[in-house]
């Protein structure tokens, strides 16, 4: 960025100038609601949103994307809540809580006036070749925001953030629109650094200090369908088989029988784009999706039943991947993966040595055996929980470990590498995701602590290229794939946010 030292003017003197711009410091702190309605585009699929914002904090935003995907994220001012597509409710925590605590404080205009949500304000001076001047806003406990001034309107033109997962995410402003006097973006592009994926929205209606619903900003009520057992049974176990690191299933697609394989580490179910051609399963769009290693392409098909033994699984839509492009053949036939909307309902219990699955209604689940329980996290839609990692020369380093079924070994994250300087000691290899190829050099750990158990000398991988996707994410520490979860049976009880361990059985 070429700068110069924007002596001209002062912090809040340009301050006061954008407050001008916008409509006025008078208008601007009696504006107590804003509500918005409009359109949104990413990947060829188009839908609508509608947003509530407070001077408080509080936000409420929908999204319905084509018919096939509604999403919701609330902040009430402190904390927050998402509904993914599959209809689950999750806490916001680290990245995403970071986020909307940053689009809590633009929205509230706190960099404004004093008394609304913490945070300090940097000017960072003017950027001649982007003919605008440049503020950071730091919002207590958000990503810090660089925004760019236009020098000549001084409204905002871009914006600068990091995304959830740690990403880049840069926010065009296009267009404005006039309501009452005060200014707000009519259409904006937002953009990781890949066009396919923008995300275009434009608003088509603004309604300020509206009557706001009492329970707005509180945690949305759980709308995911329900599975269904047969015969009025709670659970059902499902003989798999168990190639390499990975667990394979049986599973239809609205009737149609096919292997799938189980992925904790998936945000939502997915069909092979070539098994979807095969059983006429049509789908559309290319939307953007963040696994461990980075990011893929997705396609979008509705009303989708999924068949176990004894078990059906209705749901709004799963995404279709090209197998071909993005993941490996794993060695062998597979059509699809198991991902959050199956976990997030159900408890599943994983016993690698006997190559079995038991998916049990978590309203009657019992633990058959004692076994050890470890607080159970999300991160969007990964699973966390605590880890101690301890280095050949060190003491235990408490971190998040990402627990992934559909990945292989262990991995350490970038951040945590970066943060307690480590290094390869052996040879490079690769790690293949949804993202593709990602380089893998090797490193040795003298320990892992899960809950009370303890795996000593263990190999394991960095992968200092990833730039985005759980191995980039500040918030994770380790991923640890079969390699590591077959040593134990291994229960995923989102419902009641724990996994349980049990010692495979000999």
């Known amino acids: 960025m070429a700068q110069s030292s924007g002596a001209d003017l002062t912090k809040e003197q340009l301050l006061d100038h954008w407050a001008a711009a916008l409509g006025g410091r008078e208008k601007l702190q009696k504006l107590r609601a804003v509500h918005t309605q409009g359109t949104i585009e990413t990947g060829g699929v188009k839908g609508t949103f509608e947003r509530w914002s407070t001077w408080r904090g509080e936000f409420h935003m929908t999204i319905d994307l084509g018919g096939a995907i509604h999403q919701e994220n609330i902040f009430d001012g402190k904390q927050g809540w998402a509904m993914d597509a599959s209809g689950s409710v999750h806490d916001l925590s680290g990245g995403n809580l970071r ?90 592009v937002q953009s990781s650094g890949d066009a396919k994926f923008d995300i275009t929205t434009t608003v088509e209606r603004v309604d300020t200090n509206p009557t706001l619903a009492a329970n707005l900003f509180t945690r949305p009520a759980e709308a995911a369908a329900q599975f269904r057992f047969a015969n009025g049974a709670h659970q059902t176990t499902v003989p798999v088989e168990v190639y390499g690191e990975h667990i394979f299933l049986p599973v239809r697609v609205n009737g149609e029988m096919g292997w799938f394989f189980l992925d904790s580490g998936a945000g939502s179910s997915v069909v092979t784009k070539e098994f979807a051609q095969k059983i006429q399963l049509a789908s559309n769009g290319a939307m953007r999706a963040v696994g461990a290693n980075g990011a893929t392409s997705l396609a979008i098909a509705k009303n989708v039943v999924l068949g176990l033994p004894n078990l059906d699984f209705p749901l709004p839509s799963v995404t279709v991947l090209d197998s071909a492009a993005a993941l490996p053949s794993l060695g062998r036939e597979w059509n699809g993966l198991l991902g959050y909307d199956v976990f997030s309902r159900l408890v599943v219990r994983v016993d690698y040595q006997r190559k079995q699955v038991t998916f049990a209604d978590p309203a009657f689940f019992d633990p058959q055996k004692p076994a050890a329980s470890l607080p159970l996290s999300f991160l969007g839609n990964w699973p966390l929980v605590p880890v101690k990692i301890v280095l ?115």
């Open 99 to 188: 986020s909307a605590i940053s689009s809590a404080y633009e929205a509230s205009e706190s960099f404004f006036f004093a008394g609304r949500l913490a945070g300090e304000i940097v000017f960072i001076g003017r950027d001649a070749a982007q003919f605008a001047y440049v503020i950071r806003l730091e919002p207590a406990g958000g990503n810090p925001v660089t925004v760019f001034l236009d020098e000549n309107t001084l409204l905002p033109k871009r914006e600068e953030t990091m995304g959830p997962l740690g990403n880049k995410r840069t926010l065009t402003i296009v267009d404005w629109l006039d309501s009452d006097g005060i200014k707000f973006p009519a259409r904006t």
């Open 392 to 506: 050949p020369s060190g003491s235990p380093i408490e971190t998040k470990c990402f627990l992934d079924t559909g990945a292989g070994g262990l991995m350490l994250s970038n951040s945590f590498a970066a943060a307690n300087a480590l290094t390869s000691t052996n040879g490079a290899g690769s790690i293949l995701g949804t993202a593709g190829e990602t380089k893998r050099v090797g490193i040795v750990i003298a320990e892992l602590q899960l809950g009370p158990y303890v795996l000593r000398d263990l190999n394991a991988g960095l992968a200092p290229g990833a730039k985005e996707g759980a191995l980039a994410s500040p918030d994770i520490g380790a991923l640890a794939g079969g390699e590591i979860l077959r040593r134990f049976v291994v229960t995923f009880d989102y419902p009641h946010h724990r996994v349980l361990l049990e010692p495979a059985p000999e």
